[in-house]
């Protein structure tokens, strides 16, 4: 994990709220079907972003797939591409949130 992903992220606020919208809809997903028992590892394309231009999604999407950010596969004909945030995204934004709540800390001390 390089600190230049980190800092494009945190210059990128788009960026993470994809991906932390893509954990999300994972983590909800884990909860009600688990791995296991053949539950997602993929999910549908988010397509609708609060706070980011729906035009702006598929350049963002590019730019996150570029960098080993989220990964995507075809589904079939009916779901198309879906996604999933891969570990160095995971990572990532992991960091980012600490980052953050230390920034918080900081300030508050």
Sequence with gaps: MDDI??????NHPEWLSLL???L???ESLRREIPE???GPRYI???TELEGVESSSLAEIHGQLIALGFLQFQF???SHG???RVSTLGRNLA???RFKSEESVAESAA
């Design 36 to 38: 296991q028992s053949g």
């Design 5 to 10: 992903d980190l800092e494009l992220l945190l």
């Design 75 to 77: 589904e079939d004909g």
């Design 24 to 26: 999300s809809r994972q």
């Design 81 to 83: 591409l879906t996604y």
């Design 20 to 22: 932390e919208a893509y």
């Design 44 to 46: 549908p394309r988010i």
């Design 94 to 96: 992991t960091r980012v």
